[in-house]
């Protein structure tokens, strides 16, 4: 600092910050070797805090107003520099502004991907990005802790670290939500005042207040979006006979207006067939399709074979048995159709098994 330079704040009376940039959070009121004159004037405005410091160790902390700096108005700054008796003399301290305004659209986003587990897709990766706002809430905490001797502190210098802590809450909590990604749009809101609320003691370690965090936009790899959006469209379609017939009946419109083209005639010629081949298979005359009845079932049946029951056999296998003698009339029977065993001549489908056969034996043959 040069002599003039010198000079001149010697007879600087007035310690006041004016802010011109956006991002400025602490100023340190610069004066030659730090010398303040006694009975100078701070001013203080309204989105401001003064925080005076002497030999290291903070003296006083001074909320928005106009101060005198004299003895009886700086009780504390006065013990320290041993002014017991009033003796009017330039001091030595630093005054270090603190920005108490709301610091907004500062950006926060996720440099890779987050792996997360879907309900509906299973194992995704998702892009999220947002904004946040903050403001110094504890200015002695907030130069102790984040500041410390610097002369100028903006928010870029702690938008990374805060940023870094927004993304792993964030991938924490979005994580084990378990929330669908279709559904994740619908609750930006929640999920942002959900966080918000998560991470403001976090914050308020540095003496910073977290005042809003949004989430502005939760997005998929260009290769999932692009299979998501043919599976919306194909849900879009709805009715594919009638998107056909739309379908068919544009190109054959766009035909027609180029007769001169043998593509054209083409295209409408297979455009037509196809459309006929459809609408024979689908509408028919006018009435819908009628699918068959389902084959029925041949019939089955156990017999009783003494105090067991074996089967099932079919009608033909039974008229086999019947032949040879193997069942009878009485033989008892049962199937699923049926509550309770009865003789086979009783049982409908049965009882002409019996016709016709001889109920005495063969004669013996003596031969």
Do not use: C
């Given at each position: 600092m040069g002599l003039f330079s010198r000079l001149f704040n010697e007879f600087i009376d007035v310690i006041e910050w004016t802010d011109d940039s956006s991002d400025t959070m602490v100023y340190r009121f610069e004066r030659y070797g730090n010398e303040i004159k006694y009975g100078a004037k701070l001013i203080v405005r309204?989105?401001?805090?003064?925080?005076?410091?002497?030999?290291?160790?903070?003296?006083?902390?001074?909320g928005p107003g106009t101060y005198q700096l004299e003895t009886r108005n700086l009780p504390i700054l006065t013990t320290l520099q041993n002014w017991h008796h009033g003796f009017e003399s330039p001091f030595k301290a630093e005054v270090y502004f603190c920005n108490a305004k709301r610091f907004t659209d500062l950006k926060w986003g996720t440099k890779?991907?987050?792996?997360?587990?879907?309900?509906?897709?299973?194992?995704?990766?998702?892009?999220a990005f947002g904004n946040y706002s903050i403001r110094v809430l504890d200015p002695l905490k907030f130069i102790r802790e984040i500041v410390g001797t610097e002369g100028v502190f903006t928010t870029d210098e702690i938008s990374n670290q805060l940023r870094n802590l927004i993304i792993s809450r964030f991938s924490t909590i979005v994580g084990g939500a378990g929330i669908p990604i279709l559904d994740m749009a619908a609750n930006y809101d929640q999920l942002g005042e959900f966080l918000t609320r998560r991470i403001a003691p976090e914050f308020s370690e540095y003496g910073l207040e977290l005042t809003k965090l949004l989430v502005e936009n939760i997005s998929l790899p260009p290769s999932v979006a692009e299979a998501l959006d043919k599976r919306t469209s194909m849900g879009m379609t709805g009715n594919l006979d009638r998107y056909l017939q739309y379908q068919t009946g544009t190109a054959m419109e766009q035909a027609a207006q180029n007769p001169g083209g043998g593509a054209s005639e083409g295209i409408g010629m297979g455009v037509g067939l196809a459309?006929?081949?459809?609408?024979?298979?689908?509408?028919?005359?006018?009435?819908p399709a009628i699918a068959p009845p389902p084959v029925p079932q041949?019939?089955?049946?156990?017999?009783?074979?003494?105090d067991a029951a074996s089967g099932p056999f079919s009608v033909s296998e039974l008229k086999q048995r019947a032949a040879k003698g193997a069942i009878t009339p009485a033989t008892l029977v049962w199937s699923p159709s049926m509550v309770d065993w009865q003789a086979a001549s009783t049982v409908p489908g049965l009882a002409d098994l019996f016709k016709g056969l001889s109920s005495s034996p063969p004669p013996i043959n003596r031969a």
């Open positions: 309204e989105t401001q805090f003064a925080v005076f410091v002497n030999e290291g160790e903070v003296a006083d902390v001074l890779h991907p987050l792996m997360l587990r879907d309900p509906e897709f299973g194992g995704l990766r998702l892009r459309m006929a081949n459809r609408m024979n298979e689908s509408v028919g005359n006018g009435k041949a019939l089955e049946f156990h017999i009783a074979d003494g």
